[in-house]
């Protein structure tokens, strides 16, 4: 299987620097698995956190050219690093009278929070890396999932930064 | 402080750059611009052309032949998208040109308004960088950012989007200086690594068999007297890309002429067979290569000196990268050599290469019934023994130029290598005029491509320029024909042309001279008077459609499995 990379782009907030960047994606016929920009610390400045699989060679290329640009300030491979990754969802999920019980187990063990109730729906956040996202949602997926937003993955590297 | 109008300031700050030529067309949203014109035609030129892909390439034959950045100014819409073509063949081949296109007034942006396009979205994959302008008092700080990034680290295209409102808009003119433009993202590295230096000097003396591949950063980066000095100390030969040629002198011994598709038998075989292959300003392109990446010089260990990282370890993994600027990299490597240079068996791996050299020269054998291309070009470089600036176009022609023109110094060559634009030339030669007067500048054509932007013989005429263009007609596409030859059998499909101009008539039309030469014999007189008559001049030469480019590397074949040319042909 092709490496998974997780990459931190700090990016001056201007309009059209997000199709820069993605921009270089496609013109490699590349995906973008998912996607989180927003502002950081510093005004006028915003962080991308950008995930994405394929080849090793093309995408240490595309860092570079993403190092290249002139509204980039900075790059980090966040695969390399020692790091933190989170992702949050929204997910709506079909609550039967007879299912709710178990659903509010399972988000119960996920430390799920409602954040949306109806009489026939629970809407729930829930915030972890991938793989405990993706466990979420397939355990509501047999009660019925309604609706599913995902932030993407934002990453940050541990205060020690020690390598992998 | 007095106010003053964006139009103003644009030409203010074109002035502060030293700008003294654009290249434009007038049109809807950039009209406030030539109507200020008129008070800086003494000290700005402008040079109206007939179509503004020709403007892009005249400023990117501007650019190639003097180093300086090259300025286009058009209008929105159609006259913006007729500038990409130009603008990517810029890019591709590290040209520095700064574009100007008028735009909709800031709040009809996005809304269809008339001869509105999204120029930004449009350019962004090939300028270097592009800015929307939003205010007018930003105006002057984006021109001088564009004209910084565009001439520095890598050089490239770059566009400025004004919307109208900008233009005709007033406030106070602030021009920052060269030492204030400070982009935080942007700093681009000109001096190796010197660990990195260490390694290559050690490569560099371990070394029996090695070769520079020589790429147009050299000349870029005015790298040429360091080039001369590396490889005189240490005796290696010189391959040279086809952007490259120019960037060593072709009549110094150790030039072994361009390497790749067309390259020589000598410089393939050497590449083929060296042991370190010194790359300075060259990028691993297919053509250069011969496209198949796994097997280009097998033997090899690479260095790899580029000023833009992103093109090492692009098409070729190297031993050491070296991110930098050419000509302070060979200065670096040259003051880290040690006084004395052990080169045992240098002498023999020269005289391998020469061996190579006098087995397959590049050659071609003239008959009596039609002119040869390749015997034209040579006739060409007899004549000028040289020394003038030739524009070649995209094609069978382009190779030979590569093949036969000497060229002694840089920026004498000038052709569209990366994109391959055919239209290219003339325009492109037009702008080296104006960038070097003194100098001979030719243009060489083919058909094919010569019809491509024939248009602007109207602006040459009407600018008095003294350029030469050679029309090379065999009737065809004739590298197409070439391919179809060699790879399809012989099926002919859409390369011949059944109706030409006269291209005689056509100069003439247009108020230049036209000649013609169509029997061997008629080829030097031609030729001659041609180059010796003032004002634009084309002559067209007709010539045999069946001649083709030799060596050639197949698409996908390692570098020494050449088809050469037929004993017979010889």
């Not at chain 2, 402080?1 to 030293?18: I, R, V, Y």
Request: glycine share 8%; net charge negative.
């Amino acid at each position: 299987m092709k490496p998974r990379h997780t990459i931190s782009i700090t990016v001056d907030n201007e309009a059209g620097v997000l199709s820069r960047i993605a921009g270089l994606f496609s013109a490699r016929d590349f995906n973008i698995e998912s996607l989180n920009v927003a502002e950081t610390q510093e005004p006028g400045t915003s962080r991308i956190t950008l995930v994405t699989t394929g080849d090793e060679a093309i995408i240490q290329q595309i860092i570079k050219r993403f190092n290249n640009m002139v509204n980039v300030i900075k790059v980090v491979d966040m695969t390399e690093l020692d790091r933190v990754e989170r992702e949050m969802v929204l997910i709506k999920v079909d609550a039967k009278a007879d299912s709710k019980p178990e659903i509010l187990r399972i988000a119960d063990i996920f430390r799920a929070k409602v954040v949306d109730v109806s009489p026939r729906s629970y809407t729930f956040e829930v915030t972890g890396d991938e793989q405990k996202i993706q466990a979420f949602v397939e355990l509501q997926r047999p009660f019925g999932i309604k609706e599913i937003a995902r932030t993407g993955t934002v990453a940050m590297s541990r205060a020690s930064k020690k390598s992998k | 402080m007095a106010k003053m109008l964006g139009a103003q300031m644009f030409f203010e700050t074109l002035l502060h750059q030293g700008i003294d030529v654009v290249f434009g067309l007038p049109g809807g949203y950039v009209l406030k611009v030539y109507d200020v014109m008129t008070d800086y035609t003494d000290r700005i030129n402008h040079v109206l052309v007939r179509h503004e892909q020709g403007a892009t390439h005249m400023a990117d034959g501007y650019a190639r032949a003097s180093g300086k950045p090259g300025v286009v100014l058009c209008t929105s819409g159609p006259a913006a998208t007729n500038t990409v073509t130009g603008i990517a063949t810029a890019q591709m081949d590290s040209s520095p040109i700064v574009i100007f296109t008028g735009q909709v007034p800031t709040q009809y942006l996005g809304s269809d308004a008339f001869q509105e396009a999204d120029h930004i979205g449009i350019t962004r994959p090939c300028t270097k960088h592009n800015y929307l302008v939003r205010e007018t008092r930003d105006l002057p700080r984006a021109m001088k950012e564009a004209f910084h990034i565009a001439g520095t680290g890598r050089p490239s295209p770059v566009l400025v989007d004004m919307p109208k409102d900008v233009l005709i808009g007033e406030d106070e003119l602030v021009i920052p200086e060269d030492h204030e433009i400070d982009i935080k993202g942007y700093k681009p590295t000109t001096r190796g690594n010197p660990s990195q230096i260490k390694r290559a000097v050690e490569m560099l003396l371990a070394s029996k068999r090695p070769v520079i591949y020589s790429g147009g950063g050299v000349i870029w980066s005015g790298a040429t007297d360091e080039l001369l000095e590396f490889c005189h100390r240490l005796q290696i030969p010189v391959a040279s890309t086809l952007m490259g040629l120019g960037g060593y002198p072709a009549s110094d011994p150790l030039f072994i002429s361009m390497l790749g598709m067309h390259g020589s038998y000598a410089a393939n075989m050497t590449v083929t067979e060296s042991d370190l292959v010194i790359s300075i300003g060259g990028r691993f392109d297919d053509r250069a290569t011969g496209g198949n990446f796994d097997e280009f010089a097998p033997n090899a260990e690479i260095i790899h000196i580029d000023i833009d990282p992103s093109s090492i370890d692009k098409n070729i993994t190297v031993q050491c990268p070296i991110v930098g600027d050419a000509k302070v990299v060979l200065r670096q490597i040259l003051d880290a050599l040690p006084g004395e240079i052990d080169l045992e068996g240098r002498e023999s791996w020269l005289r391998r290469i020469r061996d190579w050299n006098e087995k397959h020269p590049l050659t071609y054998c003239q008959g009596s019934e039609k002119i040869l291309t390749t015997y034209a070009i040579d006739t060409l470089y007899k004549l000028t023994k040289g020394d003038a600036i030739i524009v070649s176009d995209v094609g069978q022609h382009q190779m030979w130029v590569a093949q036969f023109y000497k060229f002694e110094r840089p920026r004498t060559h000038l052709t569209s290598g990366g994109l391959g634009t055919m239209g290219f030339s003339f325009p492109a030669a037009m702008g080296a005029k104006y960038a070097r007067p003194d100098e001979q500048v030719i243009c060489v054509a083919g058909d094919g491509s010569f019809q491509m932007n024939f248009q602007e013989l109207a602006t040459a005429v009407e600018n008095n320029l003294d350029l030469k263009i050679i029309v090379f007609n065999n009737r065809h596409h004739g590298m197409v024909r070439q391919w179809q030859t060699m790879f399809f059998e012989g099926n002919y499909s859409a390369s011949r042309f059944e109706v030409l101009p006269d291209f005689v008539k056509l100069a003439e039309a247009f108020g230049a001279r036209g000649l013609r030469a169509v029997k061997p014999e008629e080829l030097e007189p031609t030729l001659r008077e041609g180059l010796n008559t003032p004002g634009v001049v084309l002559m067209e030469i007709e010539v045999d459609c069946t001649e083709m480019v030799y060596p050639m590397i197949a698409p996908g074949a390692s570098m020494d499995n050449m088809i050469m040319m037929p004993a017979d042909l010889a």
